[in-house]
Each structure stands twice: as C-alpha cells, then as structure tokens.
C-alpha cells in the first residue's frame, strides 16, 4: 500500500487559486486548524470555502476572509464571526447559506455518487430561493443538489501511512462525510500509527478516499479552545 505522508508544506502546494475546499469541523472540534494556517501562509486566492460555521474572530476560517482569500462561503451560519457577516453585507463575501442538516446530505449524496436528493425542507422560505420545485404524490418537494469539493481538509485523531483514520469524538461530524465527496483529501493528524494500529471497527475513513497525510508536530492554541 502506498505512503501518502507528506510536509504541510507539500500538501497545501497543491491548492489551487479558485479551488473549492472542504473543511471539516464543527466548531472547533473536528477542525484542520494547521492546513488552514498553512493555506494562509501560502496564500491561494478566489477560494469557494465549504464549511458547517465560519469560526469565530481570530480562528480558522477568520484568518482566511482576513487575508482575502475567499470569494464565497457555502454554510450553515456566520453569526459567531462578525468579520464574515461585515464582508457579507458590504458586497466583498458571497454567502449561500443551507440549513445544517440540508448541507450535510448535500455533501453525503456528493460522495455517495447522486446527483442530489428531493426534500420539503425550506419550501416557502429564503432558502428555497432560486431552486426547482416540484411535486410527488401530491407534494411539493426541492430539488437540493449535492455538493462537491476539488479538496477536503479533514483533522483525525489517528491516522497510518495509507490513510486509514480515526476521529475524536464530536470530531466525527463533517470530517467523514467530506472525505467522501471531495476530489483530492488532505488529512492531519495528531498521531500516525503503523499500518493495523487502528482497529478495523474504529476506522471512520478508509484509506483508499485519502491522498495526503500530514503529520501534526503540535497543536495551535486554536485546538484548545473547548474539550472534545
């Protein structure tokens, strides 16, 4: 099996300016605090980021709209980040917002292989704005299309040389389904085991959706936050 290990460095090389990028993450638990460091470092422009929050100020997703690196955020709310909400009602941030529960199956039915899935969720509200309705058995439903990424960024616990991962409790949130529905997954991880140290029943993400692993020297402040 190959070795996906690479630097932070070599990993986040790959993005592309206008790339769309996944980041896992709910808050703070689950969130790949490093690989969005180094994407800041390095400095990719006219990103479409896909996240479930827009972090608070001084964290995360922060450091990206502070450096002007994202023309558009697909999310659930901002309203824990002034700074998103300031760019987004002067005209300098394009938000599409989705209930949180409507975005996670976008991204599941994305790495499922569907083209998306009908619901009743949101007619008659702003979210339905712009999308098809139509009816079966006398229903009016949404069509929601699935959500796709060019790159996940995913934070695990543990992870070996292939890819194969392991997620901290509330950290299992958006970070498997992300593996899942993204084109290229760039994973860190807190601790690299050797092949066949993690369990085959406490896999969450098998290695074969995984291209990078990027090993954590150490964790930012920014993890410490809350507990997991």
Known sequence: MPDKIKTIEEAISQIYDGA???LGGFGVPGTPFCLI???VRQGQTGLTLIKNDANEMGMGVDHLLENGQIDKLITTHIGLNS???NLMNDGNLEVE???QGILAERIR???AGLFGFLTDIGIDTDLAGGKKIIEVD????LIETSLKADFAFIHALHA????????SASAQNFNPLMAMAADNVIVESEFIVATGDI???TIHTPGPFVDVVVPLVELTEEYGVVRR
């Open 199 to 201: 369990l085959p029943n």
């Open 97 to 99: 917002f989705c209930s």
């Open 138 to 141: 006398g229903r009016r439903c």
């Open 83 to 85: 700074r998103a909400v």
């Open 109 to 111: 039915t994305a790495g």
């Open 20 to 22: 769309s990028v996944m």
């Open 37 to 39: 460091d180094e994407l």
């Open 160 to 167: 070996d040389a292939f890819g194969n991962l392991e997620y």
